[in-house]
């Protein structure tokens, strides 16, 4: 082979080894190489299978070989930062290979919250050359006293699924440190790498040092063979609503036998759960079929994870944990059961398969009910158009500033003007003004003027030089012990009697249990012994009616271009060929009995059933904003004397039921719901609450974890909501609130969704009332049950209305009576 003078700038025992292979570097490769060389930072944006782990760190690997032994135990020279522990685990196997094989001595370590004590210690004592790491560990680390000579030496950093980072608290978290780092090493070098990059300029800036996109450059690699993606036939007929997929088992059972390996994805970790147990039940040939998600334990998952990469498994039932970059060659079919909510999300799934770029990856879509029909097919077709989705990176959370602030007191005093200086060269906190971030310093110094009075929020002690220090040393260790950003709620670890721990379920689940109770984990079906202490005690067993775990805060959320996608579907029946039978059955009855949404506008429906009233609305803003618009709506609705019972929102529609018909559409929808209506809601929400208590665990107002307990969810919440009402009376510009606030605006209440909506029906309501529910409403009206509103309306009715209606009933209804015997009554 003959290599051109770039490839040779390699250099041995690089080329050497791409040439006993029979490889050659990728061009993408060789530019890294070369943008990094050049001092500059780099954004590698390439599909899956196109060697960006290699390209990526090309650059630590020549220029560590280049000078072997140099620096030891001062400090690591490069940095790889991972999403997922579990990336971090399997980057360390495929690198170590190839280093192994060129004889380089080069250590290469993963250090993540499942690393053990005594290797952390080691790694201390003697880092090694990489140190892969995830975003949580490399916080800790900052906070070290000893930081600054740790990694005064450190050249490269190199962030993987930099998308998947970019915009979020983690990403916030990290984007500070890196800022940190910066100031150890000022000639520090970023790497950025992902496959699927909707917005490029800002994902540079959030990389670059200093926030300045035009600092960094982006080599784009190759493009690869276009996937394959299709729709799964099932013999049974789709369900009318549900979010399981349970009804296409067969035919997903078959698909894993007709393949080597494949990956079964869904979206919630109870979904993995019941999926795992049906594809149990229907595995026949006895296949190797493994449940992987982040609730099990560490030891199940890295078993897991190791028989996927020895090739022993067929296939694995998964939640996102493993959506990133876990290299298995062998994978060549992903099944997403459910939609995936976003065309980035399916795009990054479907790269697990193939792996290599000129082998198209192989994927099948498992609707779970018949809008799910509609959201796939317009998934693919965003693939095929090659369209990319997701909201750009906003500014940086304040809560994460304090908890970082902290931890720069844990590893050193510091002035207000260093640090804001520092914070606002990192990407997210380049636009922070001054007055916000004093008012954090003061919150961090001593809980801010609500608070000042109470000893225990005095952590920082500001000297007569104007210095920052830690009051007491021992705020440091509890800082570490709560160093984090992803708020989940409080779990018990579920340990077999006499048996090992099998992972962990959240409180509030495992509190309302009761000795005998069946339940299913791990893949296996559980029998409830009791709680001890922090443990749920259970035995193997078989039981009626198993409860399944169902975990807070797992739903993805509803992309607006794929919104967009299936809104115009609905309104281009021209479109509709290729849809199944039973879809386009409901579409053209729907057509018949009303009319379709719209592209622009929005179409309501209402009609009387059962003593009440519903009100139906297409918004296609998502869930977030469909139950902000639910409970604004039926705040509306009781001022107007209409009686409102309750709502049940999806990503789709919204219905809302009540004791007396609503007609004036206009005055229902306006605008003017997001200024005072919105405010007044908010304030007493406990939703509101809820997002205060997840600001104040980031922010270090509550420590959950303490040496030696954890505090339990019920504490935890008792004391934020004690503290809210506080700082309410006494500090209602408290800078906690204010985070919570832009939290909840920007989060759960997703009120630029719902804003966009609101905008788009103004002038543009389609009102049709209608005699009895129509066919596009049916899979909404099956999910009533899971909100309610208090109002004046009669007790009994109230439980009545909370009541799931009779499914077949329900259907034949929206088809025209009981003798449409052949319609489906699922």
Same mark, same amino acid.
């Given at each position: 082979m003959t290599l051109s003078p770039s490839e040779l700038a390699l250099g041995s025992p690089f080329t050497e080894w791409f040439e006993s292979r029979g490889w050659a570097p990728h061009a993408h490769q060789l530019e890294m190489l070369a943008a990094v060389r050049a001092g500059r930072d780099a954004l590698l944006i390439a599909p899956t299978g196109g060697g960006k782990t290699l390209a990526g760190f090309l650059p630590s690997l020549t220029a560590l070989a280049a000078k072997p032994g140099e620096g030891k135990n001062q400090g690591p020279h490069t940095l790889y930062i991972s999403p997922l522990k579990a990336l971090a685990v399997d980057i360390q196997r495929n690198l170590? $290979?190839?280093? +192994?094989? #060129?004889?380089?001595?080069?250590?290469?370590? %993963?250090?993540?919250?499942?690393?053990?004590?005594?290797?952390?210690?080691? &790694?201390?004592?003697?880092?090694p050359d990489i140190l892969l790491t995830t975003p949580e560990s490399l916080a800790v680390l900052i906070s070290?006293?000893? =930081? $600054? /000579?740790?990694?005064? &030496?450190? +050249? /490269?950093?190199?962030?993987? +699924?930099?998308?998947?980072?970019?915009? /979020?608290?983690?990403?916030? &978290?990290? $984007?500070?440190?890196?800022?940190?780092? &910066?100031?150890?090493?000022?000639?520090?070098?970023?790497?950025?790498? !992902? =496959?699927?990059v909707a917005w490029p300029e800002e994902l540079k800036s959030w990389l670059a040092a200093d926030g300045d996109a035009s600092s960094v450059t982006v080599v784009k690699g190759g493009d690869a063979a276009a996937p394959v993606v !299709?729709?799964?036939?099932t013999a049974e007929r789709l369900p009318w609503s549900g979010h399981y997929g349970l009804h296409a088992v067969p035919e997903i059972y078959q698909e894993i036998t007709k393949a080597e390996v494949t990956l079964v994805f869904v979206n919630t970790r109870a979904q993995a759960e019941l999926l795992f147990q049906e594809l149990w039940r229907a595995n026949d040939d006895n296949l190797p079929i493994a449940l992987h998600h982040g609730s099990l334990a560490r030891e199940q998952r890295r078993k897991v994870e190791a028989a996927m990469s020895a090739g022993s498994l067929r296939a694995v039932v998964a939640t996102s944990s493993l959506d990133l970059g876990i290299d298995w060659a062998a994978v060549d079919l992903v099944v997403q059961v459910g939609p995936p909510k976003g065309i980035s999300r399916l795009i990054q799934r479907i790269g697990r398969a193939g792996h290599r770029l000129d082998v198209p990856s192989r994927a099948m879509l498992v609707p779970c009910n018949r809008f799910e029909v509609l959201e796939c097919r317009c998934a693919i077709d965003g693939v095929e158009a090659r369209t990319l989705d997701g909201d750009p990176p906003g500014v940086g959370g304040l809560d994460v500033l304090a908890q970082h602030l902290l931890g720069l007191a844990c590893s050193a005093p510091f002035t207000a003007d260093e640090a804001y200086a520092e914070v606002t060269r990192a990407g997210p906190y380049r636009t922070l003004q001054r007055s916000d971030f004093d008012d954090v310093l003061s919150y961090v110094e001593d809980g801010g003027y609500a608070l000042k009075a109470y000893d225990r929020w005095r952590r920082l002690f500001k000297t007569a030089a104007g210095r920052y220090e830690l009051a007491d040393r021992r705020i440091a260790l509890r800082h570490r012990m709560n160093i984090g950003t992803i708020v989940e709620s409080v779990t018990m670890k579920v340990k077999l009697k006499r048996g090992p721990v099998l992972g962990e379920v959240e409180e509030y689940f495992a509190i309302h249990l009761e000795p005998g109770d069946s339940f299913v984990f791990a893949g296996q079906m559980l029998i409830f012994q009791g709680i001890r202490e922090t443990t749920v005690e259970v035995t193997r067993g078989t039981g009626d009616a198993p409860k399944v775990p169902a975990? #807070?805060?797992?739903?993805?959320?509803? /992309?607006?271009?794929?919104?967009?996608?299936?809104?115009?579907?609905?309104?281009?029946p021209g479109s509709w060929s290729g849809l199944p039978d039973q879809v386009l059955e409901w579409l053209r009855l729907q057509q018949w009995r009303s009319v379709?949404?719209?592209?622009?506008?929005?179409?309501?429906?209402?009609?009387?059933?059962?003593?009440?009233?519903y009100l139906v609305a297409y918004g296609f803003a998502g869930r977030n904003a469909h139950q902000t618009l639910g409970m604004l709506l039926t705040k509306r609705m009781e001022r107007l004397g209409l009686s409102p019972l309750g709502f049940v929102a999806s990503d789709y529609v919204i219905a809302v039921w009540s004791l007396e018909p609503a007609t004036d559409m206009a005055a229902l929808f306006d605008q003017d719901m997001l200024g005072d209506d919105l405010e007044s809601w908010l304030e007493e929400c406990s939703l509101m609450r809820r997002t205060f208590r997840n600001v104040a665990i980031v922010a270090g107002l509550i420590e959950r974890r303490l040496p030696g307990r954890e505090k339990t969810g019920r504490q935890v919440t008792f004391n934020t909501d004690l503290i809210y009402d506080v700082?309410?009376?006494?500090?209602?510009?408290?800078?906690?609130?204010?985070? =919570?606030?832009?939290? %909840?605006?920007?989060? #759960?209440?997703?009120?630029?969704?719902? %804003?966009? #909506?609101?905008?788009? =029906?103004?002038?543009?309501?389609?009102?049709?009332?209608?005699?009895?529910?129509?066919?596009?409403?049916?899979?909404?009206?099956?999910?009533?049950?899971?909100?309610?509103?208090?109002?004046?309306?009669?007790?009994?009715?109230?439980a009545e209305a909370q009541s799931y209606f009779d499914e077949a009933e329900l259907v034949a209804e929206a088809m025209g009576g009981p003798d449409h015997g052949e319609l489906p009554l699922r």
């Amino acid at each position: 082979m003959t290599l051109s003078p770039s490839e040779l700038a390699l250099g041995s025992p690089f080329t050497e080894w791409f040439e006993s292979r029979g490889w050659a570097p990728h061009a993408h490769q060789l530019e890294m190489l070369a943008a990094v060389r050049a001092g500059r930072d780099a954004l590698l944006i390439a599909p899956t299978g196109g060697g960006k782990t290699l390209a990526g760190f090309l650059p630590s690997l020549t220029a560590l070989a280049a000078k072997p032994g140099e620096g030891k135990n001062q400090g690591p020279h490069t940095l790889y930062i991972s999403p997922l522990k579990a990336l971090a685990v399997d980057i360390q196997r495929n690198l170590s $290979a190839p280093v +192994e094989e #060129m004889g380089l001595k080069i250590g290469i370590e %993963a250090r993540t919250g499942d690393t053990p004590a005594n290797r952390r210690r080691r &790694q201390r004592e003697v880092p090694p050359d990489i140190l892969l790491t995830t975003p949580e560990s490399l916080a800790v680390l900052i906070s070290d006293e000893e =930081a $600054a /000579t740790y990694f005064g &030496q450190i +050249e /490269t950093v190199v962030v993987d +699924e930099a998308h998947a980072l970019a915009g /979020t608290k983690r990403g916030d &978290q990290l $984007a500070l440190c890196l800022a940190r780092l &910066q100031v150890f090493s000022p000639g520090l070098r970023r790497i950025g790498l !992902s =496959a699927t990059v909707a917005w490029p300029e800002e994902l540079k800036s959030w990389l670059a040092a200093d926030g300045d996109a035009s600092s960094v450059t982006v080599v784009k690699g190759g493009d690869a063979a276009a996937p394959v993606v !299709s729709i799964l036939e099932t013999a049974e007929r789709l369900p009318w609503s549900g979010h399981y997929g349970l009804h296409a088992v067969p035919e997903i059972y078959q698909e894993i036998t007709k393949a080597e390996v494949t990956l079964v994805f869904v979206n919630t970790r109870a979904q993995a759960e019941l999926l795992f147990q049906e594809l149990w039940r229907a595995n026949d040939d006895n296949l190797p079929i493994a449940l992987h998600h982040g609730s099990l334990a560490r030891e199940q998952r890295r078993k897991v994870e190791a028989a996927m990469s020895a090739g022993s498994l067929r296939a694995v039932v998964a939640t996102s944990s493993l959506d990133l970059g876990i290299d298995w060659a062998a994978v060549d079919l992903v099944v997403q059961v459910g939609p995936p909510k976003g065309i980035s999300r399916l795009i990054q799934r479907i790269g697990r398969a193939g792996h290599r770029l000129d082998v198209p990856s192989r994927a099948m879509l498992v609707p779970c009910n018949r809008f799910e029909v509609l959201e796939c097919r317009c998934a693919i077709d965003g693939v095929e158009a090659r369209t990319l989705d997701g909201d750009p990176p906003g500014v940086g959370g304040l809560d994460v500033l304090a908890q970082h602030l902290l931890g720069l007191a844990c590893s050193a005093p510091f002035t207000a003007d260093e640090a804001y200086a520092e914070v606002t060269r990192a990407g997210p906190y380049r636009t922070l003004q001054r007055s916000d971030f004093d008012d954090v310093l003061s919150y961090v110094e001593d809980g801010g003027y609500a608070l000042k009075a109470y000893d225990r929020w005095r952590r920082l002690f500001k000297t007569a030089a104007g210095r920052y220090e830690l009051a007491d040393r021992r705020i440091a260790l509890r800082h570490r012990m709560n160093i984090g950003t992803i708020v989940e709620s409080v779990t018990m670890k579920v340990k077999l009697k006499r048996g090992p721990v099998l992972g962990e379920v959240e409180e509030y689940f495992a509190i309302h249990l009761e000795p005998g109770d069946s339940f299913v984990f791990a893949g296996q079906m559980l029998i409830f012994q009791g709680i001890r202490e922090t443990t749920v005690e259970v035995t193997r067993g078989t039981g009626d009616a198993p409860k399944v775990p169902a975990y #807070m805060g797992t739903r993805f959320p509803f /992309t607006t271009h794929l919104s967009d996608r299936v809104r115009d579907a609905l309104a281009d029946p021209g479109s509709w060929s290729g849809l199944p039978d039973q879809v386009l059955e409901w579409l053209r009855l729907q057509q018949w009995r009303s009319v379709m949404p719209g592209r622009d506008g929005l179409l309501v429906e209402t009609f009387p059933r059962g003593g009440k009233e519903y009100l139906v609305a297409y918004g296609f803003a998502g869930r977030n904003a469909h139950q902000t618009l639910g409970m604004l709506l039926t705040k509306r609705m009781e001022r107007l004397g209409l009686s409102p019972l309750g709502f049940v929102a999806s990503d789709y529609v919204i219905a809302v039921w009540s004791l007396e018909p609503a007609t004036d559409m206009a005055a229902l929808f306006d605008q003017d719901m997001l200024g005072d209506d919105l405010e007044s809601w908010l304030e007493e929400c406990s939703l509101m609450r809820r997002t205060f208590r997840n600001v104040a665990i980031v922010a270090g107002l509550i420590e959950r974890r303490l040496p030696g307990r954890e505090k339990t969810g019920r504490q935890v919440t008792f004391n934020t909501d004690l503290i809210y009402d506080v700082l309410r009376e006494h500090q209602p510009d408290h800078i906690l609130l204010r985070a =919570a606030r832009s939290d %909840a605006r920007g989060g #759960m209440i997703d009120v630029g969704r719902l %804003a966009e #909506m609101l905008a788009r =029906a103004k002038g543009g309501i389609r009102h049709r009332r209608l005699d009895r529910v129509s066919p596009l409403a049916v899979p909404i009206l099956l999910e009533v049950g899971k909100e309610q509103v208090r109002g004046a309306a009669d007790a009994d009715l109230l439980a009545e209305a909370q009541s799931y209606f009779d499914e077949a009933e329900l259907v034949a209804e929206a088809m025209g009576g009981p003798d449409h015997g052949e319609l489906p009554l699922r």
